[in-house]
């Protein structure tokens, strides 16, 4: 279970890492900068949940391959910057797989700490929009999971899978499969169709349009 749970981070780790250096790249950081993006955004929602949870200190900041994973991400993309960028949207993609790997991880970490299962569930979805969000204020965005389609849903729904497996006693490898295409199945669509939660409506005046435009259009983030 913990070698499991522990690869389930690092991949998160990784992919994660990816899209805070593609966000980087975009916005023109030198090495260093991409390499410091890979970092936190790769780790930041980890650490909040070690610390959360009591699992200190946090794994992020103890176990070499975190770092080792975050800078090898960096390092792929500021030499390999035009292959990744081809992939359409690409720190959309990233960002949509590292959060069903944390949102998985997560919830399961936080049940084996003790914590109740709506606790864990909500631990879960902390972990996966945790990094993202951080990524989004270095680079001036307001975070994804504020505005965007269906995001901090997508982690919660996979998180939540993952906490009712474990109450009806399923094999966590199960529940974490069914968990993360969920949450990742949850987050595609939801981009590709233009899902969101319903969003305030703003009074306008009679020659006034009301602003429109899809929640992921202004990133700048995956052009």
Same mark, same amino acid.
């Given at each position: 279970?913990?070698?499991? %749970?522990? +690869? &389930? ?8 890492? &990816? ?16 390499? *410091? &993006?890979?970092? /936190? ?5 980890? +650490? ?8 200190? $200190? @946090? ?25 990744? #960028?081809?992939?359409?949207? $690409? ?5 949509? /797989? ?18 109740? @299962?709506?606790?864990? #569930? ?6 996966? +929009? ?6 989004? *204020?270095?680079?001036?965005? /307001? $975070? ?12 919660l729904?996979?998180?939540s %899978?993952? /906490? ?13 499969? *069914?968990?993360? &295409?969920a ?7 939801? %981009? ?5 939660? @319903?969003?305030?409506?703003l ?7 009301? @602003? ?12």
């Open positions: 279970m913990e070698v499991f %749970i522990r +690869i &389930l981070d690092l991949g998160g780790t990784f992919v994660f890492a &990816l899209s805070g250096a593609t966000a980087a790249a975009n916005r023109r950081l030198d090495l260093f900068g991409i390499l *410091v &993006l890979a970092f /936190v955004t790769g780790n930041f929602g980890g +650490i909040t949940r070690d610390l959360l949870i009591g699992a200190v $200190p @946090p794994a992020a900041l103890t176990d070499l391959f975190y770092l080792v994973v975050s800078v090898i991400a960096g390092l792929i993309t500021f030499f390999r910057y035009p292959g990744v #960028a081809r992939l359409r949207s $690409p720190v959309l993609l990233f960002d949509a /797989v590292g959060l069903a790997f944390f949102a998985v991880a997560g919830a399961q970490k936080a049940l084996q700490f003790g914590l109740s @299962p709506v606790m864990a #569930a909500l631990l879960g979805m902390l972990t996966g +929009i945790g990094g993202g969000m951080l990524r989004d *204020v270095l680079v001036t965005q /307001v $975070p994804h999971v504020l505005r965007s389609d269906l995001y901090a849903v997508a982690a729904a996979g998180s %899978i993952v /906490v009712v497996g474990h109450l009806l006693g399923l094999p966590y490898g199960v529940s974490a499969l *069914v968990g993360g &295409l949450c990742l199945g949850l987050r595609l669509m939801a %981009i590709h169709f233009g899902w969101h939660l @319903p969003m305030a409506r009074s306008t005046g009679p020659n006034e349009a009301a @602003p429109h435009h899809s929640a992921d259009d202004d990133t700048g983030l995956d052009r």
